[in-house]
């Protein structure tokens, strides 16, 4: 029965996040943000194609349908478990692989900050911290959003009693740097074109 409420939960967090909200708010406005820039459904696309004020309320709702179901489950299952965890990385993986658009999403950045807030907030305002302070640092969505992910990840690791939550933030953090490995070639071209620059 316990596994017939964990598949429903998983299911249900994967087909909620997996609502493409950044292509929709597009559309409503008359825009395919898949044409434009990076073609990334995600908010920092949306930013590009849309503004930055479409952008930001794509990015809200990106992380409220994770921080959601997440809470939800936490309620259900209590705080700590493995089904929660299960629950999480669905609904992460339902942005970066959803079902309504042939399993071609996004990146899973603001997904994940919504799972980190549900599990731990002070984690989720750090990783959003660190990601504004690398973005104006840097100049670049892609560095700051592996900075905040993988600081959030470590800061988890390290201080939550939870071991589910652990093994779960591990493989977010992971996910996305996978899913970022096209921008990281692009980072470092540019810099090694810098580099040549200069000399």
Known sequence: MLADSLLAWCLFAYLVAAIPVGLLIGRLRGVDIRAIGSGNIGATNAVRALGKKWGALVFLLDVLKAYLPVRLAMAG????????????????????????LGFRGGKGVACALGVFSALM???????????????????????????????????????????????????????IWWRHRGNLQTIIAEAKARKAARR
């Open 121 to 175: 907030p002070l984690s989720g305002v750090m990783a959003l911290v660190l990601y504004i302070q690398t973005l104006v640092l840097t100049r670049t969505s892609g560095i700051g959003s592996l900075t905040a992910v993988t600081a959030t990840s470590f800061h988890i690791v390290l201080s939550s009693p939870h071991e589910p939550y652990r093994w779960l933030v591990l493989a977010l953090a992971a996910v």
């Open 77 to 100: 299952f209590g705080d700590g478990s493995s089904e929660v965890a299960w629950v999480g990385l669905c609904a992460t993986l339902g942005h970066i692989y959803p079902i309504y």
